[in-house]
């Protein structure tokens, strides 16, 4: 059994992309951390869409994803 790359790359992209949005949430909710905010929300942001597009490539046809 080969490793399946788009699988171990969504679940990585997945727990930053979380992870990250859970800072962002308990930084605004301390009050503090205001300069890294935004960054880290883009970060977020683009880490949990890459994890979407790798679980699309694992299973072959994007279209089986959207349920098209």
């Known amino acids: 059994m080969d490793i399946q790359w788009p ?8 727990g930053l992309g979380v992870g ?4 962002v949430g308990i930084s605004e909710w301390l009050g503090r ?11 977020s942001l ?15 046809h994007p279209e089986r994803g959207v349920n098209l």
């Open 46 to 60: 683009a880490a949990i869409a890459a994890g979407f597009v790798a679980s699309l490539l694992h299973l072959g």
């Open 33 to 43: 951390f205001e300069r890294t905010r935004l960054l880290a929300s883009i970060v």
């Open 20 to 23: 990250t949005f859970v800072f």
């Open 7 to 14: 699988l171990v790359f969504y679940t990585l992209l997945g």
